[in-house]
């Protein structure tokens, strides 16, 4: 478990995020994860970026062993959306307070991905993109999902020693980073790859870079851990 304790004075939204957020909600959909008409359960997921002693970082958390689905999997906060949510904004707060202790007051919605779709758990997922604008403690707050809470700098997610590709339960070949002493990948690593495009952050890959096969318990992609002991994936 780790702990991050970020500068408590209020920053304005740096206009590198300004341009990344008006650039995500325009991110192209894989036809995989297209949305049916209808069907599948609401979600969303927290994807917050702040500003770290090693520049720009993005908050990450990792599920506990032993749990039903993605054990120990990374993931961005997030799960499903509640009656008591008014919509993906509402709930990827809550679960962001939920799970890591994030104060909500200190944080700054910039708006929505496009709406993507997990066909194997049958998870419609809204990514939430907002700036820590005054960061708080983080921690593993709900110990019952979550062991371990990171702020990741963009600048390790760039790097290509860091960068590997898995090949996934499905058979597929997607990205994923090794960073904090987490393996990063399936859904969470695909957002945060696109991400790397779309912010200019992407450096060549090494030309050594290997395709590593992992074995889980599950199949398919996690949209985050669920609120109140529930798993959404």
Do not use: K
Not at 184 to 195: D, S
């Amino acid at each position: 478990m780790s702990e991050c304790m970020g500068d408590s004075r209020e920053i304005s939204t740096p206009e590198w995020l300004a341009s990344l957020a008006a650039a995500a909600q325009r991110m192209p959909v894989p036809a995989v994860m297209r949305p049916p008409s209808e069907g599948g359960r609401r979600s969303a997921v927290l994807i917050l970026f702040g500003e770290g002693p090693h520049g720009p970082d993005v908050l990450l958390i990792q599920r506990n062993n032993g749990l039903r689905r993605h054990s120990g999997q990374p993931a961005f906060p997030g799960g499903s959306i509640e009656p008591c949510d008014e919509g993906p904004e509402d709930c990827a707060l809550r679960e962001a307070e939920e799970e890591t202790g994030a104060d909500p007051a200190g944080i700054e919605l910039l708006g929505r991905l496009p709406e993507l779709y997990i066909r194997h758990s049958g998870f419609r997922v809204v990514p939430v993109l907002a700036w820590w604008r005054e960061p708080s403690q983080v921690h593993a707050a709900d110990r019952d999902e979550v062991a371990h809470v990171a702020r990741v700098p963009i600048s390790e997610l760039a790097d290509p020693a860091n960068r590997v590709r898995v090949r996934q339960p499905d058979g597929s070949v997607g990205p994923a980073f090794r960073v904090r002493r987490m393996l990063v990948w399936g859904f969470t690593a695909g957002i945060l790859n696109q991400l790397l495009v779309l912010g200019r952050w992407e450096r060549p890959w090494l030309d050594d870079a290997t395709e590593e096969t992992i074995t889980v318990g599950g199949a398919g992609a996690e949209p985050g851990a669920g609120a109140g002991g529930r798993e959404t994936g």
